[in-house]
């Protein structure tokens, strides 16, 4: 049906691939990570390719990007965690141009699959781990065990302390993966409510301004969430990342 | 409008002709058979994406933000130095024109002092000339008025003898005379 709100998400091979009886195919969701990928590349590289001293309005946007982050992880993590900013660069580039991706009709978004989210959440919370062990060794763990805690309390707020970090992952992923696939579905179903109104004659057509103002309001929403939630995943990213280099509270 | 392009999205993909079996998988960021591929794809797609940022586009901006600073940063010693040049330049102005004021103070303090000696040095002769001057027609004056008094005695001698001699038709004698104008005159 054409205005099944769902079927945006839809995934469609391209080029089937099958390996050992398991699913490789390149699909859309394939085609729209490698032109995130490809846009971002060639926008960051080609508009520093002057390497004004005085920068060019395209250059410029890539310095602010470039300082945006820079200044989100030091004032999270410290100078220590310039180190991971690689990292954050490239997950914060990532969301953000997939989020706006899917913002082109007829684009595929691919931070709407959870799979896709929640892969990103665990390269954080993967890098957290393995960073906090090797830096701290056992004294990591001390991030579970809050100083200043009565010995009571302690093994409660301790078994919450794991919780609430075993719940990052979820959290992050979900939040992203949400915010996209509820975005998307509201502007489909508002839209639809358009083509479907003024299918009722003229009443219809004149009804169906509400969901148009609607729709456009919702746009410039979803493009408000798109850049806010790829800033939202990645200074939880610092915030986690300085976790694994300080771990006492 | 937005309903439309759907509704051409959902041709386009009937025309690619997706097997119904996955089309109808339920809500498909749920459906787990495209996990793999996704994740297959995510891997690639990203691991490449961060070598990219890491060794190309990251070092390139890093450089030129570095080199805007390094430029500033050099931009602003440089004023510095001219600035502390300017300082200096001012300074040495400073203490040339006070120099120059002093100098002038001292040209004019001596030529005042040396005019003021030459005037006293010439007054002190001028004043010592009038002094002699002045003494000599003292001196002169008083070598008159002695005359004179001495002439006046005579003078008065002669004529006290010619009017007695004229009232008593005899004069009297010098003694007499002098006895009297001496008593008289003094």
Known sequence: M??????????????????????FSFTNS????????????????????????????????????????AGTLRSAAGTEGMRFFPLVFSLFMFVLVANLFGMFPYFFTITSHI?????LAMLVIVTVIVYG???????F???FVPSGVPVALLPLVTLIEVISFLSRPISLSVRLFANMLAGHITLKVFSGFIVSLS?????????SILPLGMTVALTALEFLVAFLQAYVFTVLTCMYLNDAIHPSH | MAGETHSTTEGMHEVIDVPAAEHGAGFPPFDATTFASQLLWLAIT????????????MPRLAGILEDRKDRIAGDFSEANRLKEETDAAIAAYEQALAEARNKAHGIASDTRAKLKADNEARREKAEAGLADKLKAAEAHISGIKTEALSQIEEIAGDTTSALVEKLMGKAPTKTDLSKALKSVMN
Not at chain 1, 42 to 55: C, D, E, N, Q, Y
Not at chain 2, 46 to 57: E, R, S, T
Request: aromatic share 14%; glycine share 8%.
């Open chain 1, 133 to 139: 062990f090797m830096r701290n060794g056992m004294k």
């Open chain 1, 199 to 207: 299918a009722l004659g003229a009443v219809g057509i004149f009804g």
């Open chain 1, 141 to 143: 763990l001390k991030l």
């Open chain 1, 2 to 23: 054409a205005n099944d709100p769902i079927h945006q998400f839809q995934i469609q091979k391209i080029f089937p691939i099958e390996v050992g009886g398991v699913d």
């Open chain 2, 46 to 57: 990203f691991a490449v994406f961060y070598w990219i940022m890491k060794n190309v586009a």
């Open chain 1, 30 to 69: 394939s085609l729209f990570m490698v032109l995130t990928v490809a846009a971002t590349c060639a926008f960051l590289i080609f508009s520093t390719s002057g390497r004004g001293l005085v920068p060019s309005r395209l250059q410029s946007v890539s310095e602010m990007a470039y300082e945006f982050v």
């Open chain 1, 115 to 119: 799979i896709v989210t929640f892969a």
